[in-house]
């Protein structure tokens, strides 16, 4: 089975390590390429080659300031891995919350 573009999506975007740096890295605050080199310790090409990933899947938004291109974290396009997780989360709560009630009933009829 052929692996999807990573600019397909949002979770194949965010599925490479440096781009989840770079995510975290905007999500405290806006900044620029040269920030995101200095804060990350990776070259400049790769860094601009993941931003430009996370811009095609809307993950990242840019503004001019001047010479310098700053970027930011557009949260609203998480929503569709926020959407799965929170499948995965009611489907393991729902299997806790089994498990504890069949524990309390087992404790129930040992005593």
Known sequence: MARAATTSDVFNAVAEPCRREIIGALAARERSVGELVETLRLPQPVVSKHLAVLRAVDLVGVRTDGRRRVYRLEPA?????????????????????????????LQDGGS
């Open 77 to 105: 396009a998480l929503a569709p891995m926020e959407k799965w997780l929170s499948g995965l989360r009611r489907t393991w709560s729902d299997r806790f919350d089994r498990f504890d009630a069949l524990l309390a009933e």
